[in-house]
């Protein structure tokens, strides 16, 4: 039950129609007050967040080491396989870029070199 309560309110947030859309939420409201399961509302609302987190956490992105690799290393990770909207400033990286999605890393920072430089040396 909860489930397709969540459900609905997923393919409503696609709904353009904003008027539309507060509509449908205001039914779903007056539905679960006459059923006497406006109890579900906080579970309901921590199910969405849930999913709006793991859709962030598996979202392609792009990270850069400055602000001005951005476009070339969205357009070298598109080439990639990987297709994100915005790139973010990583300091850690050093230079170059990293990438990921679908569970695919794409690793094209200086810092990856020097770390496998370590790993090789300290064995």
């Not at 579900?40 to 850069?64: G, N, S, Y």
């Amino acid at each position: 039950m909860l489930d397709s309560y969540t459900h609905v309110l997923e393919s409503v947030a696609a709904l353009e129609d904003e008027r539309k859309a507060e509509e449908i939420v205001e039914r779903l409201i007056a539905h679960l007050a006459s059923s006497g399961r406006v109890k579900l509302l906080p579970q309901i609302h921590a199910e969405l967040r849930r999913i709006a987190a793991r859709r962030t956490a598996l979202a392609p992105r792009v990270e850069v080491a400055s602000e001005h690799e951005a476009t070339a290393a969205l357009a070298a990770a598109r080439h990639a396989g990987i297709d994100a909207r915005t790139a973010v400033v990583n300091r850690s990286l050093i230079r170059g870029w990293r990438a990921r999605a679908r569970g695919v890393l794409v690793d094209r920072s200086a810092k990856a070199a020097l770390v496998d430089i370590y790993r090789n040396v300290t064995r």
